[in-house]
């Protein structure tokens, strides 16, 4: 059976930092591309970031680079994203996804995590 189980959300304050994790069980996390999603209440689900099959490639949505980092560790079958300098405007339900091929849309993703909330206070 397929899981995506996210972890390590939270109420942070502004400027505060917040590791997520990933664990991915039921397939093998290294054929498949990841990425991190978000939600704010009232707006459609946004791509975040994403990270190639080796962890060497990775993107980000503009209002996330220099502050989030994304990696994966195959042999735990987990991937993260390192939230820094966080903004009341990061606050979301943050979800995790695999796909086979890299894409940036929410629609193509086969797989999904049940999210993990992250509220960023002013």
């Known amino acids: 059976q397929v899981q995506l189980v996210e972890s390590g959300g939270g109420l942070v304050q502004a400027g505060g930092s917040l590791r997520l994790s990933c664990a991915a069980s039921?397939?093998?996390?290294?054929?498949?591309?990841m990425g991190w999603f978000r939600q704010a209440p009232g707006k459609e689900r946004e791509f975040v970031a994403g990270?190639?099959?080796?962890?060497?490639?990775?993107s980000y949505i503009d209002a996330v680079k220099g502050r989030f980092t994304i990696s994966r560790d195959n042999a735990k079958s987990t991937v993260y994203l390192q939230l820094n300098s966080l903004k009341p405007e990061d606050t979301a339900v943050y979800y995790c996804?695999?796909?086979?091929?890299?894409?940036?849309?929410?629609?193509?993703?086969?797989?999904w995590g049940q999210g993990t909330q992250v509220t960023v206070s002013s």
């Open positions: 996804a695999a796909r086979n091929s890299r894409s940036l849309d929410a629609r193509n993703y086969n797989y």
């Open positions: 039921g397939f093998t996390i290294s054929n498949y591309y």
């Open positions: 990270i190639s099959w080796g962890g060497g490639m990775t």
